[in-house]
């Protein structure tokens, strides 16, 4: 009996891992940006920064709420980031997969111009 209850609760924990895809992407030209999304769940930008004593730590930057995911690309807007007049984010990080960039996705927030959109970086992009 203690044997299935263990194996049953192993499967659960196991398929809801499975489940939660994870797309990590790390600039590999020079910036310091990394982008970490949970598919369907929390996203997370950090930075890489030089201290005083000359060592390098990763900090988090932002929060993310994912916007958009395609299998090919995913994008998320900062949490309490700026919106447009019509309520929709203006601004957004995205990673294309096979492209191998974090680019960003930009709108007017008066909404008086077309949304744009361009490289960040090149990036190393791993999907676990």
């Given at each position: 009996m203690k044997k299935g209850w263990l194996l049953t609760l192993?499967?659960?924990l196991c398929s809801g891992a499975a489940s939660a895809q994870q797309w990590e992407a790390k600039c590999?030209?020079?910036k310091n940006l990394h982008y970490l999304q949970t598919i369907n769940g929390p996203g997370y930008l950090y930075m890489t920064v030089t201290l005083?004593?000359?060592?390098q730590r990763v900090f988090p930057y932002a929060r993310l709420k994912q916007t958009m995911f395609n299998g090919e690309a995913v994008c998320g807007e900062i949490l309490n980031g700026l919106k447009t007049?019509?309520?929709r984010p203006a601004t957004q990080f995205c990673v294309n997969s096979k492209s191998r960039l974090i680019y960003l996705k930009h709108?007017?927030?008066m909404e008086s111009?077309?949304?744009s959109s361009g490289k960040f970086c090149t990036a190393t992009v791993l999907k676990r």
């Open positions: 192993s499967l659960l590999t030209d020079g005083p004593d000359n060592t007049r019509s309520n709108q007017d927030p111009q077309p949304q």
